[in-house]
C-alpha cells in the first residue's frame, strides 16, 4: 500500500493523494500513458484492465475497460455492479510529458457525472513526488467510492515500482 501522506476531502467534493513513487518522473508519466502499464495498475481492487485506448494529445478521447464485480454508489444509493466490464472514459485536458496529466473523467457505473482528474508530477531526490487531484464530485458517496478506488490503484502503481 502507498504511503498516503494526505488524503482529504474538501467542501467542494475532491480528494487529494499525494505520495513519494520510487521512479523517475518520466518513468511515473510512463505508467500513466502507456497502455500495457496501465493494464497492470489502473483499476481497484481485484479488478483488471483488459482494454485501453487513447489518444495521448490534448483534447484527445480515453477509454479504460475494468473488468470485475465491484461495490459502486450512485448518488445516494448503493448497488452491486455484476456487469463484468466497467468503463471509465474522458478527454486530455492537459499533458506536459513527465510533469502533469490532466483528463476529464466519467464512468459507466455513475454515467451523469463528469469529474476532473489532474495528476502532477515531481522529482525528488529519492523519487517522484505525485500528487493527485480528482474534483468535481456529485455525491459524498461517489467520493468515498473513488476515494477506495484510488487507495487501491495507487497501492498498484506504488507495487509496480517498488518490484524493479
Known amino acids: 500500500m502507498p504511503t498516503l501522506e494526505s488524503v482529504s476531502a474538501a467542501r467542494s467534493l475532491s480528494l487529494q493523494f499525494n ?6 518522473s518520466a518513468e511515473v508519466f510512463n505508467a500513466w500513458t502507456n497502455p500495457d ?3 497492470v495498475w489502473f483499476a481497484p481492487g481485484n479488478m483488471t484492465v483488459p482494454n ?3 489518444e495521448l494529445r490534448t483534447s484527445g478521447a480515453y477509454r479504460i475497460e475494468m473488468q470485475g464485480t465491484i461495490a459502486v454508489h450512485n448518488g ?4 452491486r455492479n455484476e456487469d463484468p466490464v466497467v468503463v471509465a472514459r474522458g478527454v486530455y ?7 502533469q496529466i490532466a ?7 455513475n454515467p451523469t457525472e463528469e469529474s476532473h482528474v489532474t495528476v502532477r508530477l515531481l522529482e525528488e531526490p529519492a523519487g517522484t513526488r505525485l500528487t493527485l ?16 478506488g484510488w ?3 495507487l497501492a498498484k502503481l506504488q507495487e509496480l515500482f517498488s518490484r524493479n
Open 19 to 24: 505520495q513519494l513513487i520510487p521512479a523517475t
Open 37 to 39: 502499464l496501465l493494464k
Open 52 to 54: 485501453v485506448a487513447r
Open 76 to 79: 445516494a444509493e448503493s448497488l
Open 93 to 99: 485536458t492537459r499533458l506536459v510529458p513527465g510533469h
Open 103 to 109: 483528463y476529464t473523467w466519467a464512468g459507466s457505473w
Open 133 to 148: 487531484d480528482h474534483e468535481g464530485f456529485h455525491s459524498e458517496q461517489s467520493l468515498q467510492v473513488h476515494r477506495s
Open 151 to 153: 487507495q487501491s490503484s
